[in-house]
């Protein structure tokens, strides 16, 4: 079992909708991370999360840590918001590394 | 725009090479991380470098070996490729003390 797990891992939404991806962790984390990734590689960090809630934009993030549990949510979603959305969580101390989930891929259509 | 460039942009060698991937950090960051991602993966942790020491290493062989230079750039080496090093390689830089990572666009590595 990976000790980080997301879901769905794809999803496919009409433009306008409300998208909620799910990330559960089994490990003892001091932050986790929603990372987006573009087609062709590229990684950009959306949220670090240790505790409650945090909002861009148009992107909720959410954390539970009684739980292991996170949440990324996107409203009024739109085409350019297809990519693919990782969860990772980060072990241990500053220092420690992160351990990604496979990933959530997201397609929006107009 | 993180600040983290990574060369070559994509790769291709044969089995039994050797390869070199570079990793320049964003300005002041004194820690990389390196990751491999095959497709349809989360990526996986190769190692890190903190202030030219490796401060932790994933499930890699040996034969993944790293550099961190004073200026804070990185090397990342594999020798003797196998086909399933063919992946996207990637570098994240940070602070210490900090716990955002930036990461570089990848480096695509294909092994024929």
């Known amino acids: 079992k990976n000790e980080v797990e997301q879901s769905p891992q794809n999803l496919t939404a009409q433009e306008g909708e409300f998208i909620t991806i799910n990330c559960s962790y089994s490990?003892?984390?001091?932050?986790l991370h929603w990372l987006q990734q573009h087609p062709g590689g590229g990684i950009v960090s959306l949220f670090m999360?240790?505790?409650g809630k945090k909002k861009h934009g148009r992107l909720i993030a959410t954390i539970n840590i009684q739980e292991k549990h996170s949440s990324l949510h996107i409203t009024a979603s739109h085409p350019r918001d297809s990519a693919v959305y990782i969860c990772?969580?980060?072990?241990?101390?500053?220092?420690?590394?992160?351990?990604f989930g496979k990933g959530t891929k997201l397609s929006v259509k107009p | 725009e993180t600040g983290v460039t990574q060369s070559p942009t994509h790769l291709i060698k044969t089995r039994g090479q050797q390869v070199t991937l570079r990793c320049s950090s964003q300005?002041?960051?004194?820690?990389v991380s390196w990751y491999q991602q095959a497709l349809g993966q989360g990526p996986q942790f190769i190692f890190q470098?903190?202030?030219?020491?490796?401060?932790g290493r994933g499930n890699f062989p040996p034969r993944f070996s790293g550099l961190q230079f004073p200026n804070y750039s990185s090397e990342l080496n594999v020798n003797a490729l196998e086909l399933d090093d063919s992946a996207l390689y990637l570098c994240?830089?940070?602070?210490?003390?900090?716990?955002?990572?930036?990461f570089g666009a990848g480096t695509r590595l294909s092994v024929l």
């Open positions: 490990v003892g984390i001091s932050a």
């Open positions: 470098y903190y202030r030219e020491e490796e401060n």
């Open positions: 999360l240790s505790s």
């Open positions: 990772a969580v980060r072990r241990g101390g500053s220092q420690g590394n992160l351990i």
């Open positions: 300005s002041g960051h004194n820690t």
């Open positions: 994240a830089s940070s602070l210490d003390g900090q716990n955002i990572q930036y």
